[in-house]
């Protein structure tokens, strides 16, 4: 197997900026982290730049990239539209709480609403991501039950350093 260089850069920055906003949000709500605004503010821009650029790097191994739209809209059969889906939604409880983080100290209340949703939303993106490739049939070795838990395990090993 000889994987795209994009498909390769998606899934390493994209995963590792998951795993980065999964540990910000789940330590930042239960207050093992500081709200402290610069820390905040370079652990969130990280995270998000590396989703973005992981996001944008996929749509170079699309045969037709101004067609990226249609495949958002295959959730209900699709783990790639899912994955999809799921990483445009997480964007926005992510910049909540940052905001409250950054902006305000804050992440009770509806900040703490909005953590909690970042976290959740980042692991199943991760799932669908993981899900993506353990359902191909032509690689016998990925189709197993591990592969989410090893893309989980991935996401948080290579986030946890940043």
Known sequence: ????????????????????????????????????????????????????????????????????????????????????MLSIATYAPALVFAAGWVLAGRGDGLFALAGWATALLAVATVLCTAMIYASLKPIPQWRNRWVPAGYLAMALATGAPW
């Open 1 to 84: 197997m000889h994987p795209a260089a994009s498909v390769i850069l998606f899934t390493v920055t994209s995963g590792m900026g998951y795993g980065l906003l999964i540990l910000l949000a789940l330590l930042g709500v239960t207050g093992a982290l500081p709200l402290a605004a610069g820390f905040g503010l370079v652990g969130f821009g990280v995270a998000l730049a590396l989703i973005t650029a992981g996001l944008l790097a996929s749509t170079f191994h699309l045969g037709h990239p101004e067609r990226a739209w249609r495949a958002l809209s295959q959730w209900r059969t699709s783990w790639l539209s899912r994955e999809g």
